[in-house]
């Protein structure tokens, strides 16, 4: 059994599905993303479950995997989307989605961005200063349009999760302060070209406790409380995104079970008409999806044992990025003994921060297949093309059969759009 249910050995071999992983390898190559279609509809179910006869909506917070295929599966599904830059709007419109069921979040919006999303027709921004409150309603109001707007509160509550992914905390960039937000929201109502429709935080990622959570919902209740008695009505609470899974051993939060409290205590407080707009992002894709890589070389020295792979930190920059665990799987799995090496993992790149995984017992050899797994979020998303590398091709697996959903990157298309200065005229040389 792998951290991926989807992910399971059979005869020996991993597969992604009924897929043979590889099989996958042989027939695109490698380093390949691999996602699994049964996956995303798994996690997509256990949020549906968990919503299921409330009014709510989830946008799936696509900074994580914003694939085309990926976006189309949950649009299919019925989700919406939470962006952050006008390139993942103009996405969510290749991909079929609901321009009218996607929020906008993120602190730097610029003027084009908030026009392409007015014009897009978005369900809210969720704005995160008041000066980006001011530009809105500028830029609304001089185009003759509305947007709906919620304001994203920085609740200062801890996470408990990595620093880089904690997004809660009094001291971090995003939000207005949540005692600055009923002096906010009432300049809001007096702008031009707003509509204020609802509150909105978001509080980090990879979270593995409820108590956060409940906690930064505690502090919206008793701001939506207060506005009401400034005459303010808000029509949806949006508690961002942040679930976690499991990358090795954590113990997860279920969705439905941290949803029960969360519709429980809206109930209680008399907010139980407010719709649920969520943004998760990892819980959606990271366990659908596995990094393939083959060994290179095998090295041993005195001091460590390293099997290089042809993945790197472009492929996968959580690890070095965050520390971050990600299972290593061998497709095809030889004995472990006590004599079995330890090996650090690591990429081709010139740097020693190249690396994806550390001491792990396993017996290699060279050309054997790897899966790093839960490779669905942020991994391609947050790939580069470092040292020249091409991005690797995504295949998508659907029951027996794989579909290629981005092509392998082609060394000339990385320099494609350079250009070479004006050249020196040989003329003008032999003048001077
Ligand atoms: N909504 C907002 C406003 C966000 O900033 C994020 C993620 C999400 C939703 C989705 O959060 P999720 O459900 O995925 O936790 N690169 C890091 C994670 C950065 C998360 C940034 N914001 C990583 O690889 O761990």
Known sequence: MTVAPRFTFKNGTLHAEDVSLATLAKEYGTPLYVYSRAALQDAWESYARALEGRKALVCFGMKANSNLAVLNEFARLGS??????????????????????????????????????LEAGVKCFNVESEAELERLSRVAASSGRVAPISLRVNPDVDARTHPYIS?????????????????????????PGLNIVGVDCHIG????????????????IALILGLREDGIELSHL????????????ETVLQPVELFSQVFDRLDKAGLGHLELVLEPGRSLVGNAGVLLTEVQYLKHSEAKNFAIVDAAMNDLLRPTLYDAWHDVE????????????????????CESGDWLAR?????????????????????????SQYNTRPRPAEIMVDGTRSYVVRERESIESLFQGENLLPQEQAIRTKES
């Open 167 to 191: 997004t809660g905390l009094k001291e971090n960039k995003f939000g207005i302060a949540i005692e600055r937000a009923p002096e906010v929201y009432r300049r809001a109502k007096s702008l």
């Open 330 to 349: 061998a497709v095809n799995p030889r004995l472990v003994t006590d004599s079995t090496p330890v090996y650090d993992i690591v990429g081709p790149i």
């Open 205 to 220: 990622s990879q979270i593995t406790e409820a108590s956060p959570y409940l906690d930064a919902l505690e502090k919206l």
């Open 359 to 383: 001491e792990r017992r396993m017996e290699l050899h060279q050309g054997d297949l790897l899966a790093i797994m839960s490779a669905g979020a942020y991994a391609f998303t947050m790939s």
């Open 238 to 249: 949006d508690l961002g995104g942040g679930i976690g899974i499991r990358y090795t051993d």
């Open 80 to 117: 919406g989307f939470d962006i952050v830059s006008g390139g993942e709007l103009a996405r969510v419109l290749a991909a079929g989605g609901d321009p009218g069921k996607v929020v906008f979040s993120g602190v730097g919006k610029q003027v084009w961005e908030m026009q392409a999303a």
